[in-house]
T-cell receptor, first 114, second 110 residues
Framework: DAGVIQSPRHEVTEMGQEVTLRCKPISGHDYLFWYRQTMMRGLELLIY????????DSGMPEDRFSAKMPNASFSTLKIQPSEPRDSAVYFCASSYLRGASEQYFGPGTRLTVT | KNEVEQSPQNLTAQEGEFITINCSYSVGISALHWLQQHPGGGIVSLFM???GKKKHGRLIATINIQEKHSSLHITASHPRDSAVYIC????????????FGTGTRLTIIP
């Protein structure tokens, strides 16, 4: 398996633009997680899905952020409109089964909003 | 107070030294993860444990549930071990949410 795939790897956009980050989890994994990493706040969980259903979105900062998982092999994280404070590295991770099993991280998307 | 505290924040050591990184947490947990983040930014899961001890190569992770404490040890450290090591816990409130420590930046000098 190729591991968790994220695209794009880097994104530079202007304030106010819509940004869409994409993730393909490892085949067969039931859980998908979106994380954000900044220097100030470290790693934070934004939202996670189980079997394509959002379970906990309490980490989503505000209504400008939305995430979907239309099928088991694809998820998106959308920011609309983007702001400079959204600049961060966004990681997607997937895991198999419940019970806090090992998570496999994608390479991340480095987002810069100017 | 953060739910997950790591110490030290930064650690510099000579190649070959025995390394210990500590993690303390304040909530009841179902599992604890140790992650490694290399300078390039990629994150790798090293261990997931809920009791006792695990070993993988030169890395050893231990956890004491009663004391709410975990340690990550590296034996015979090598410059390629230089990375940020992150502790994360899954609370036992019934979901899979990870809460992260702030990380320990380890630098091994040849």
């Amino acid at each position: 398996d190729a591991g968790v795939i994220q695209s794009p790897r880097h994104e530079v956009t202007e304030m106010g633009q819509e940004v869409t980050l994409r993730c393909k989890p490892i085949s067969g994994h039931d859980y998908l997680f979106w994380y954000r990493q900044t220097m100030m706040r470290g790693l934070e969980l934004l939202i996670y899905f189980n079997n394509n259903v959002p379970i906990d979105d309490s980490g989503m900062p505000e209504d400008r952020f939305s995430a979907k998982m239309p099928n088991a092999s694809f998820s998106t994280l959308k920011i609309q409109p983007s702001e400079p404070r959204d600049s961060a590295v966004y990681f997607c991770a997937s895991s198999y089964l419940r019970g806090a099993s090992e998570q496999y991280f994608g390479p991340g998307t480095r987002l810069t909003v100017t | 107070k953060n739910e997950v505290e790591q110490s030290p924040q930064n650690l510099t050591a000579q190649e070959g030294e025995f390394i210990t990184i500590n993690c303390s947490y304040s909530v009841g947990i179902s599992a604890l993860h140790w992650l490694q983040q290399h300078p390039g930014g990629g994150i790798v899961s090293l261990f997931m444990l809920s009791s006792g001890k695990k070993k993988h190569g030169r890395l050893i992770a231990t956890i004491n549930i009663q004391e709410k404490h975990s340690s990550l040890h590296i034996t015979a450290s090598h410059p390629r071990d230089s990375a940020v090591y992150i502790c994360a816990v899954v609370s036992n409130f019934g979901n899979e949410k990870l809460t992260f420590g702030t990380g320990t930046r380890l630098t091994i000098i040849p």
